[in-house]
């Protein structure tokens, strides 16, 4: 079991915006400020799509946003695309001396 | 262009240590801010951090495996090499290599096309 929660699925239909929560604890997404979300293709490497919660590296769409509330993350996919179809993960990493770097359990994006 | 390939064994027995190597181009370890890590992914699960090096041979480990891993580089190779001690069959994974920079906050944002790793007798 991954210490960021993630719902197993999200669908919407072309067009809409859909939001993938990444639910962690005061140990890491409430008090740091190091989040991201990857995209990853069957059979591919993931994508870095958003770091620092809310940033996008340079060529990623600006139809991914990130944020933040409290102990949870979140990933929004506005103008959902048929192109979106794929696995999304959530990062953040941990305070405590660990440092450890965690991933949540993945999220599948199906596009009706 | 910043890239990276891994390289190593298919097949490792239960019990036997993994090395992996990490080929970087297009950067070098003695970029101040330039970090290496490893990330694992089992067949059909999830994503999971193993380790982590950055230019001034600050090193990170996952905290569960920390006692089974070493990091080190080896700038005149521009390699960075994993070793994972007394593999075993749940070890069975894709095992990429990524790049990331002390100001991208732990993101990983270029990765290795991954090396498949199965922990078999």
């Known amino acids: 079991q991954s210490a960021l929660t993630q719902p197993a699925s999200v669908s919407g239909s072309p067009g809409q915006s859909i939001t993938i929560s990444c639910t962690g604890t005061s140990s890491h997404v409430a008090t740091y400020n190091f989040v991201s979300w990857y995209q990853q293709y069957p059979g591919k490497a993931p994508k870095l799509i958003i770091y620092g919660v809310t940033n996008r590296p340079s060529g990623v769409s600006n139809r991914f946003s990130g944020s933040k509330s409290g102990d949870t993350a979140s990933l929004t996919i506005s103008g959902l695309q048929a192109e979106d179809e794929a696995d999304y993960y959530c990062?953040?990493?941990?305070?405590?001396?660990?440092?450890?770097?965690?991933f949540g359990g993945g999220t599948k994006v199906t596009v009706l | 262009q910043i890239t990276l390939k891994e390289s190593g064994p298919t097949l490792v027995k239960p019990t036997q240590t993994l090395t992996l190597t990490c080929t970087l181009s297009?950067?070098?370890?003695?970029?101040?801010?330039?970090?290496v890590g490893w990330i694992r992914q089992p067949p059909g699960k999830a994503l999971e951090w193993l380790a982590l090096?950055?230019?001034?041979?600050?090193?990170r480990y996952s905290s569960s495996l920390k006692n089974r891993l070493t990091i080190t580089k080896d700038i005149s190779k521009n390699q960075v090499v994993l070793t994972m001690t007394n593999m075993d069959p749940v070890d069975t994974a894709t095992y990429y290599c990524?790049?990331?920079?002390?100001?991208?906050?732990?993101?990983?944002?270029?990765w290795g096309q991954g090396t498949t790793v199965i922990v078999s007798s």
């Open positions: 990524t790049h990331t920079v002390v100001i991208m906050k732990d993101a990983f944002d270029i």
């Open positions: 990062s953040s990493s941990t305070s405590g001396g660990t440092l450890d770097v965690l």
């Open positions: 090096i950055y230019w001034d041979d600050d090193k």
């Open positions: 297009g950067f070098s370890l003695t970029s101040s801010g330039a970090g």
